[in-house]
T-cell receptor, first 113, second 112 residues
Framework: TQLLEQSPQFLSIQEGENLTVYCNSSSVFSSLQWYRQEPGEGPVLLVT?????EVKKLKRLTFQFGDARKDSSLHITAAQPGDTGLYLC?????????????FGQGTELSVKP | EAQVTQNPRYLITVTGKKLTVTCSQN?????MSWYRQDPGLGLRQIYYSMNVEVTDKGDVPEGYKVSRKEKRNFPLILESPSPNQTSLYFC???????????FGAGSRLTVL
């Protein structure tokens, strides 16, 4: 069974601090995605990483895919209150059932002004 | 605007009273899916559909039914809701094989 473990589950920081969220698995994934979910909304895709070792940047957010394609990280530089939300990593099921994704439990981030 | 629309957004009901949560997408996606989200458990797939008249169970299908009579619609049916089905439900869709989901805004269901 493919599982994705996220850590930490909760993170409360002050505006301006840096943080890293981890997404780990014992299974190899063909790709991993990161979503952000704001209160009262559905998850929205931030990025997809496909190649082992790949690094993608989205403004102050940096995403990395592990060399072995078993893990990923999300680093936020100088966090702002607008970054507050639930961050989810997800990867496609190995049976490639069309659009089935396996999700991590999520990391609840709170950035205080 | 490309979107997935769920209704109702909020519902409080009582045990045993049948209810349907509707889901509609305007992107002509083949694949549609229902998830429930519970604290500490993340998103768990209930049912999915790869196309019209093709549905299958996800990881937590007990107590739920679905149908896919039209490509754009994928309703979730709770024939006899129970309190353990109190949750936040999301419908999502994607083109076949794309693996990138577009989610609806969610339906918060409380069963008393």
């Amino acid at each position: 069974t493919q599982l994705l473990e996220q850590s930490p589950q909760f993170l409360s920081i002050q505006e301006g601090e840096n943080l890293t969220v981890y997404c780990n698995s014992s299974s190899v994934f063909s790709s991993l995605q990161w979503y952000r979910q704001e209160p009262g909304e559905g998850p929205v895709l931030l990025v997809t990483v496909v190649t082992g070792g790949e690094v993608k940047k989205l403004k102050r957010l940096t995403f990395q895919f592990g060399d072995a394609r078993k893990d990923s990280s999300l680093h936020i530089t100088a966090a702002q209150p607008g970054d507050t939300g639930l961050y989810l990593c997800a990867g496609p099921n190995s049976n490639n059932q069309g659009g089935k994704l396996i999700f991590g439990q999520g990391t609840e981030l709170s950035v205080k002004p | 605007e490309a979107q997935v629309t769920q209704n109702p957004r909020y519902l409080i009901t009582v045990t045993g009273k049948k209810l349907t949560v509707t889901c509609s997408q305007n992107m002509n996606h083949e694949y549609m899916s229902w998830y429930r989200q519970d604290p500490g458990l993340g998103l768990r797939q209930i049912y999915y559909s790869m196309n019209v008249e093709v549905t299958d169970k996800g990881d937590v299908p007990e107590g739920y039914k679905v149908s896919r009579k039209e490509k754009r619609n994928f309703p979730l049916i709770l024939e006899s809701p129970s309190p353990n089905q109190t949750s936040l439900y999301f419908c999502a869709s994607t083109p076949w094989g794309a693996n990138v989901l577009t989610f609806g805004a969610g339906s918060r269901l409380t069963v008393l």
